[in-house]
């Protein structure tokens, strides 16, 4: 009995392959910060090839990531793009519903901004300023941490404008989102000594994490690591569910996954800041213009180098299944992977795209085209 229903599942799997066999194009989900890249390799490769230009959707990363990872076959995708990496829960997701192999590909990077209007005074701001400005949770007068009492600029710190706080920005299911709230919030928050040594507490330090958090007056944060991690909770746990979390009062309003309705509503509203790419940036600066942050613009060079903290790596990642089922899609990677698109001269980085450096792309480009499987 048990070979029998090894069997009906083998050929399940099979069936389920087979049958994106009914589908002739590739269908491409995921980030809308890849998006744009994704289009413009899908329309050059429809052009210059005899398949067809492939379907690019904008689903956010952690939406694309949940189409991809419901199966196998002709109704999920083949291929998700995502601008951070993907997480061991939804790689866990993949292996139980039967998407075992997957290539991960990463394309290059990109910086989160943090942009007003062309004309508006262009912010300078530090990461604690952008966490004291949009976390949920923030230092009260005590010490302890206070649902985030700031209304303008101002109350966040003395040198900045007395305008409201207004910032447009995407849904949680966009790996903007994620990044934003690791990179800039969290970022942020590590400024604050309690919660620096907060982080830095492992979990053989039980009694110390509990002074800090009563401290810090963030017991429920505390629980909420162990539930999840039990003994292995560490202090950088609590720091992550504290220093991510967004305020939900108004002051952040979700502004779903078109960045260009964000940058359309900048434009009409000079006072409001917005979250998207450095690559969208980069191709509205007509009308948008990047806020400094800790010293430094969000330029091509500076996140290049490193000195703009706030970027983030870009990947896209393929159903080695559907590979020989659905047409192109091999040839779509390497397509998308070869210097004339993301090397350091390729076309794609005329697009905003911050290329890897040669080492890096090199082993990128070689375990691409090999079709290495991804391990976590």
């Given at each position: 009995?048990?070979?029998?229903?090894?069997?009906?599942?083998?050929?399940?799997?099979?069936?389920?392959?087979?049958?994106?066999?009914?589908?002739?194009?590739?269908?491409?989900?995921?980030?809308?910060?890849v998006?744009?890249?994704?289009?413009?390799v899908?329309?050059?490769?429809?052009?210059?090839?005899?398949?067809?230009?492939?379907?690019?959707?904008?689903t956010?990363?952690?939406?694309?990531?949940?189409?991809?990872?419901?199966?196998?076959?002709?109704?999920?995708?083949?291929?998700t793009?995502?601008?951070?990496?993907?997480?061991?829960?939804?790689?866990?997701?993949?292996?139980?519903n039967?998407?075992?192999?997957?290539?991960?590909?990463?394309?290059?990077?990109?910086?989160?901004?943090?942009?007003?209007?062309?004309?508006?005074?262009?912010?300078?701001?530090?990461?604690?300023?952008?966490?004291?400005?949009?976390?949920?949770m923030v230092?009260?007068?005590?010490?302890?941490?206070?649902?985030?009492?700031?209304?303008?600029?101002?109350?966040?710190?003395?040198?900045?404008?007395?305008?409201?706080?207004?910032?447009?920005?995407?849904?949680?299911?966009?790996?903007?989102?994620?990044?934003?709230?690791?990179?800039?919030?969290?970022?942020g928050?590590?400024?604050?000594?309690?919660?620096?040594?907060?982080?830095?507490?492992?979990?053989?330090?039980?009694?110390?994490?509990?002074?800090?958090?009563?401290?810090?007056?963030?017991?429920?944060?505390?629980?909420?690591?162990?539930?999840?991690?039990?003994?292995?909770?560490?202090?950088?746990?609590?720091?992550?569910?504290?220093?991510?979390?967004?305020?939900?009062?108004?002051?952040?309003?979700?502004?779903?996954?078109n960045?260009?309705?964000?940058?359309?509503?900048?434009?009409?509203?000079?006072?409001?800041?917005?979250?998207?790419?450095?690559?969208?940036?980069?191709?509205?600066?007509?009308?948008?213009?990047?806020?400094?942050?800790?010293?430094?613009?969000?330029?091509?060079?500076?996140?290049?180098?490193?000195?703009?903290?706030?970027?983030?790596?870009?990947?896209?990642?393929?159903?080695?299944?559907?590979?020989?089922?659905?047409?192109?899609?091999?040839?779509?990677?390497?397509?998308?992977?070869?210097?004339?698109?993301?090397?350091?001269?390729?076309?794609?980085?005329?697009?905003?795209?911050?290329?890897?450096?040669?080492?890096?792309?090199?082993?990128?480009?070689?375990?691409?085209?090999?079709?290495?499987?991804?391990?976590?």
């Amino acid at each position: 009995m048990k070979k029998l229903i090894l069997g009906l599942v083998a050929a399940a799997s099979v069936a389920n392959v087979s049958n994106a066999t009914a589908r002739d194009s590739i269908s491409v989900v995921g980030s809308s910060t890849v998006y744009p890249f994704a289009t413009v390799v899908a329309e050059r490769f429809g052009k210059a090839t005899d398949f067809k230009a492939p379907k690019v959707e904008s689903t956010g990363s952690g939406g694309g990531l949940k189409l991809f990872c419901k199966g196998v076959g002709v109704a999920t995708p083949d291929i998700t793009n995502s601008s951070r990496r993907i997480k061991s829960g939804e790689f866990e997701d993949c292996q139980k519903n039967g998407v075992k192999e997957i290539v991960e590909v990463l394309i290059g990077y990109d910086g989160i901004v943090l942009a007003n209007a062309k004309g508006a005074a262009p912010m300078q701001l530090s990461r604690k300023d952008i966490y004291m400005a949009l976390a949920k949770m923030v230092p009260g007068p005590d010490g302890k941490l206070i649902d985030n009492p700031n209304k303008t600029w101002r109350d966040v710190n003395a040198a900045l404008p007395a305008t409201k706080i207004e910032v447009l920005g995407p849904p949680p299911t966009s790996g903007t989102r994620d990044a934003f709230a690791e990179l800039a919030l969290e970022g942020g928050a590590r400024e604050v000594e309690e919660i620096a040594k907060l982080r830095g507490l492992k979990a053989d330090q039980a009694e110390e994490i509990a002074a800090v958090v009563k401290k810090l007056g963030i017991e429920s944060a505390w629980a909420a690591a162990v539930k999840k991690k039990g003994d292995k909770a560490k202090g950088k746990d609590v720091v992550k569910i504290i220093g991510r979390s967004v305020r939900e009062d108004g002051a952040y309003i979700e502004a779903g996954e078109n960045d260009n309705l964000i940058v359309n509503k900048l434009v009409a509203n000079p006072n409001a800041l917005g979250i998207f790419g450095f690559s969208f940036l980069d191709q509205n600066s007509d009308k948008v213009q990047g806020s400094i942050i800790d010293g430094n613009a969000p330029t091509f060079d500076a996140i290049a180098e490193g000195s703009y903290k706030v970027s983030r790596p870009l990947y896209f990642y393929v159903k080695k299944a559907h590979i020989g089922t659905v047409p192109g899609i091999q040839e779509y990677l390497n397509t998308f992977v070869s210097e004339d698109t993301i090397g350091p001269d390729g076309y794609l980085i005329d697009k905003g795209l911050i290329p890897l450096g040669d080492d890096a792309y090199i082993d990128m480009s070689s375990g691409a085209k090999a079709l290495k499987n991804l391990a976590l």
